[in-house]
Protein backbone atom coordinates (compact mmCIF):
# COMPACT_ATOMS: atom_id res chain seq x y z
CA UNK A 1 0.00 0.00 0.00
CA UNK A 2 1.33 3.62 -1.10
CA UNK A 3 1.75 5.47 1.92
CA UNK A 4 3.16 9.20 2.17
CA UNK A 5 3.35 10.68 5.13
CA UNK A 6 4.21 14.59 5.94
CA UNK A 7 5.67 16.53 8.89
CA UNK A 8 7.46 19.25 9.91
CA UNK A 9 4.56 21.82 9.29
CA UNK A 10 3.78 24.51 12.09
CA UNK A 11 3.44 27.64 13.33
CA UNK A 12 6.40 30.28 11.87
CA UNK A 13 6.96 34.34 11.84
CA UNK A 14 7.15 35.85 8.70
CA UNK A 15 11.13 35.78 7.43
CA UNK A 16 11.76 32.42 8.86
CA UNK A 17 12.42 29.35 7.90
CA UNK A 18 11.18 26.21 7.59
CA UNK A 19 12.16 22.36 6.49
CA UNK A 20 8.88 19.89 5.45
CA UNK A 21 9.60 16.13 4.92
CA UNK A 22 7.50 13.29 3.21
CA UNK A 23 8.32 9.73 4.29
CA UNK A 24 7.31 7.52 1.12
CA UNK A 25 6.43 3.75 1.23
CA UNK A 26 4.65 0.74 -0.31
CA UNK A 27 6.70 1.73 -3.68
CA UNK A 28 9.98 1.82 -5.23
CA UNK A 29 10.23 5.47 -4.20
CA UNK A 30 13.11 6.10 -6.75
CA UNK A 31 11.30 5.24 -9.74
CA UNK A 32 9.13 8.22 -9.56
CA UNK A 33 8.57 11.89 -9.40
CA UNK A 34 7.35 13.48 -6.42
CA UNK A 35 5.91 16.95 -5.73
CA UNK A 36 4.26 19.44 -3.79
CA UNK A 37 1.02 21.09 -3.46
CA UNK A 38 -0.74 23.28 -1.45
CA UNK A 39 -4.27 24.54 -0.66
CA UNK A 40 -4.90 27.86 1.91
CA UNK A 41 -7.35 27.26 4.39
CA UNK A 42 -10.82 27.28 2.30
CA UNK A 43 -9.03 27.86 -1.03
CA UNK A 44 -7.71 25.78 -3.75
CA UNK A 45 -4.95 23.71 -5.10
CA UNK A 46 -1.89 25.26 -6.05
CA UNK A 47 1.09 23.37 -7.49
CA UNK A 48 4.15 24.32 -5.70
CA UNK A 49 7.00 22.19 -6.91
CA UNK A 50 8.39 19.08 -8.77
CA UNK A 51 11.69 16.73 -8.57
CA UNK A 52 12.53 13.89 -10.73
CA UNK A 53 13.72 10.56 -9.55
CA UNK A 54 17.36 11.42 -10.04
CA UNK A 55 16.55 14.81 -8.96
CA UNK A 56 17.91 15.96 -12.33
CA UNK A 57 14.62 18.28 -13.53
CA UNK A 58 13.06 20.76 -10.80
CA UNK A 59 10.03 22.95 -11.54
CA UNK A 60 8.61 25.35 -9.05
CA UNK A 61 5.86 27.75 -9.27
CA UNK A 62 6.53 31.69 -9.68
CA UNK A 63 4.98 31.74 -6.45
CA UNK A 64 8.15 30.58 -4.56
CA UNK A 65 10.98 30.31 -7.01
CA UNK A 66 13.80 31.86 -5.11
CA UNK A 67 12.36 31.30 -1.63
CA UNK A 68 11.88 27.78 -1.62
CA UNK A 69 13.92 24.61 -2.57
CA UNK A 70 12.70 21.11 -2.95
CA UNK A 71 15.20 17.43 -2.66
CA UNK A 72 14.94 13.96 -2.16
CA UNK A 73 17.39 11.81 -0.47
CA UNK A 74 16.37 8.05 -2.34
CA UNK A 75 17.94 6.60 0.40
CA UNK A 76 15.76 7.56 3.05
CA UNK A 77 13.01 7.47 0.83
CA UNK A 78 12.08 10.74 1.49
CA UNK A 79 10.89 14.01 -0.20
CA UNK A 80 11.91 17.09 1.17
CA UNK A 81 10.77 21.17 0.46
CA UNK A 82 12.85 23.57 2.54
CA UNK A 83 11.13 27.19 2.74
CA UNK A 84 12.85 29.95 3.32
CA UNK A 85 11.60 34.20 3.74
CA UNK A 86 8.02 32.63 4.51
CA UNK A 87 5.14 34.81 4.12
CA UNK A 88 1.29 34.80 5.66
CA UNK A 89 0.33 33.61 2.04
CA UNK A 90 2.68 30.76 2.38
CA UNK A 91 0.27 29.83 4.65
CA UNK A 92 -1.48 26.53 3.96
CA UNK A 93 -1.54 22.40 4.43
CA UNK A 94 1.46 21.15 2.46
CA UNK A 95 0.63 17.78 0.28
CA UNK A 96 3.20 15.52 -0.97
CA UNK A 97 2.39 13.79 -4.53
CA UNK A 98 3.56 11.01 -6.42
CA UNK A 99 3.45 11.48 -9.98
CA UNK A 100 3.07 8.32 -11.95
CA UNK A 101 5.50 8.24 -14.78
CA UNK A 102 2.39 6.60 -17.17
CA UNK A 103 -0.29 8.82 -16.23
CA UNK A 104 2.10 12.66 -15.37
CA UNK A 105 -0.60 13.05 -12.75
CA UNK A 106 -0.29 12.97 -9.34
CA UNK A 107 -1.80 9.29 -8.64
CA UNK A 108 -1.33 9.18 -4.88
CA UNK A 109 -1.45 12.09 -1.83
CA UNK A 110 -0.73 12.22 1.20
CA UNK A 111 -2.81 13.65 4.28
CA UNK A 112 -0.76 17.01 4.61
CA UNK A 113 1.10 19.15 7.02
CA UNK A 114 0.04 22.56 7.99
CA UNK A 115 1.80 25.37 7.73
CA UNK A 116 0.85 28.62 9.25
CA UNK A 117 2.81 31.79 8.89
CA UNK A 118 2.00 34.27 11.46
CA UNK A 119 3.64 37.14 14.20
CA UNK B 1 0.92 30.73 -14.28
CA UNK B 2 -2.10 31.71 -13.95
CA UNK B 3 -4.94 29.22 -12.30
CA UNK B 4 -7.31 27.44 -14.83
CA UNK B 5 -10.73 28.93 -14.89
CA UNK B 6 -13.92 26.84 -13.31
CA UNK B 7 -17.20 27.67 -12.50
CA UNK B 8 -17.36 28.42 -8.76
CA UNK B 9 -20.03 25.71 -8.12
CA UNK B 10 -22.73 23.38 -10.32
CA UNK B 11 -25.39 21.62 -9.40
CA UNK B 12 -27.44 18.77 -10.20
CA UNK B 13 -30.72 16.63 -9.38
CA UNK B 14 -29.71 12.83 -8.41
CA UNK B 15 -29.48 11.33 -11.52
CA UNK B 16 -29.13 13.68 -13.67
CA UNK B 17 -25.62 15.04 -15.67
CA UNK B 18 -23.78 17.61 -15.03
CA UNK B 19 -20.58 19.14 -16.69
CA UNK B 20 -17.94 21.14 -15.29
CA UNK B 21 -15.47 23.13 -17.52
CA UNK B 22 -11.87 24.33 -17.17
CA UNK B 23 -10.85 26.86 -18.96
CA UNK B 24 -6.73 27.41 -19.76
CA UNK B 25 -4.63 28.77 -22.45
CA UNK B 26 -2.93 27.94 -25.64
CA UNK B 27 0.02 27.22 -23.06
CA UNK B 28 -1.05 24.37 -20.83
CA UNK B 29 -4.82 23.09 -21.54
CA UNK B 30 -4.59 23.75 -25.10
CA UNK B 31 -0.94 22.63 -25.65
CA UNK B 32 -0.78 19.24 -23.91
CA UNK B 33 -3.37 16.46 -23.45
CA UNK B 34 -2.31 16.21 -19.73
CA UNK B 35 -5.50 17.33 -18.18
CA UNK B 36 -6.58 15.49 -15.20
CA UNK B 37 -9.52 15.85 -12.28
CA UNK B 38 -9.69 15.78 -8.75
CA UNK B 39 -12.17 15.09 -6.73
CA UNK B 40 -11.60 16.27 -2.94
CA UNK B 41 -14.50 15.91 -0.41
CA UNK B 42 -14.02 18.18 2.99
CA UNK B 43 -10.53 17.49 5.19
CA UNK B 44 -9.46 14.67 2.31
CA UNK B 45 -6.93 14.70 0.37
CA UNK B 46 -7.67 14.84 -3.41
CA UNK B 47 -8.50 11.82 -5.13
CA UNK B 48 -7.34 11.67 -8.58
CA UNK B 49 -10.33 10.92 -10.98
CA UNK B 50 -9.97 11.47 -14.45
CA UNK B 51 -6.37 11.93 -16.40
CA UNK B 52 -4.84 12.45 -20.03
CA UNK B 53 -8.51 14.16 -20.33
CA UNK B 54 -9.95 11.45 -20.79
CA UNK B 55 -8.79 8.12 -18.86
CA UNK B 56 -10.15 6.55 -15.38
CA UNK B 57 -7.66 5.32 -13.39
CA UNK B 58 -8.59 1.82 -11.75
CA UNK B 59 -11.94 2.05 -9.02
CA UNK B 60 -13.40 5.42 -10.85
CA UNK B 61 -16.93 5.05 -11.73
CA UNK B 62 -17.30 5.02 -15.19
CA UNK B 63 -20.01 7.71 -14.42
CA UNK B 64 -17.18 10.07 -14.27
CA UNK B 65 -15.97 11.01 -18.30
CA UNK B 66 -13.79 13.81 -19.95
CA UNK B 67 -12.95 15.64 -22.86
CA UNK B 68 -11.23 18.99 -24.10
CA UNK B 69 -11.56 21.15 -27.17
CA UNK B 70 -8.81 24.24 -27.62
CA UNK B 71 -8.09 25.34 -24.22
CA UNK B 72 -10.57 24.26 -22.68
CA UNK B 73 -11.31 21.02 -20.68
CA UNK B 74 -14.46 19.53 -19.40
CA UNK B 75 -15.43 16.74 -16.61
CA UNK B 76 -19.18 15.46 -16.83
CA UNK B 77 -20.78 13.45 -14.28
CA UNK B 78 -23.33 11.57 -15.28
CA UNK B 79 -26.07 9.51 -12.57
CA UNK B 80 -25.49 12.31 -10.07
CA UNK B 81 -25.44 10.41 -6.86
CA UNK B 82 -25.07 12.21 -3.28
CA UNK B 83 -21.83 10.81 -2.52
CA UNK B 84 -20.55 13.10 -5.51
CA UNK B 85 -21.10 16.04 -3.84
CA UNK B 86 -17.40 17.64 -3.43
CA UNK B 87 -14.95 20.06 -4.53
CA UNK B 88 -13.19 18.83 -8.30
CA UNK B 89 -10.15 20.72 -9.51
CA UNK B 90 -8.81 20.48 -12.98
CA UNK B 91 -5.07 20.38 -13.30
CA UNK B 92 -3.07 21.03 -16.79
CA UNK B 93 0.66 19.68 -17.54
CA UNK B 94 2.31 23.65 -18.44
CA UNK B 95 6.09 22.58 -19.05
CA UNK B 96 7.85 22.62 -22.00
CA UNK B 97 11.11 21.76 -20.44
CA UNK B 98 10.51 21.22 -16.98
CA UNK B 99 8.28 20.70 -14.03
CA UNK B 100 5.46 22.72 -14.36
CA UNK B 101 1.80 22.29 -13.66
CA UNK B 102 -1.37 24.61 -12.78
CA UNK B 103 -4.56 23.72 -11.22
CA UNK B 104 -8.06 25.18 -12.03
CA UNK B 105 -9.93 27.29 -9.44
CA UNK B 106 -12.08 24.60 -8.30
CA UNK B 107 -15.64 23.57 -8.76
CA UNK B 108 -18.09 23.11 -5.54
CA UNK B 109 -20.92 20.11 -6.78
CA UNK B 110 -23.99 20.19 -4.93
CA UNK B 111 -26.46 17.58 -5.21
CA UNK B 112 -29.93 18.72 -4.87
Redesign the interface.
Known sequence: EVQLVESGGGLVQPGRSLRLSCAASGFTFDDY?M?W?RQAPGK????V????WNSG???Y???VKGRFTISRDNAKNSLYLQMNSLRAEDTALY?CAKE?TA?????Y????TLVTVSS | ?S?LTQPASVSGSPGQSITISCTGTSSDVGSYN?V?W?Q?HPGK????MI??VS?R?SGVSNRFSGSKSGNTASLTISGLQAEDEA?Y?C?S?A?SS?????????TKVTVL
Do not use: N
Request: charged share 15%; hydrophobic share 35%.
Open positions: AHVGLEWSGISSIGADSYDMVTFDWGQG | QALSYQAPKLYEKPDYCYGTFLYVFGTG
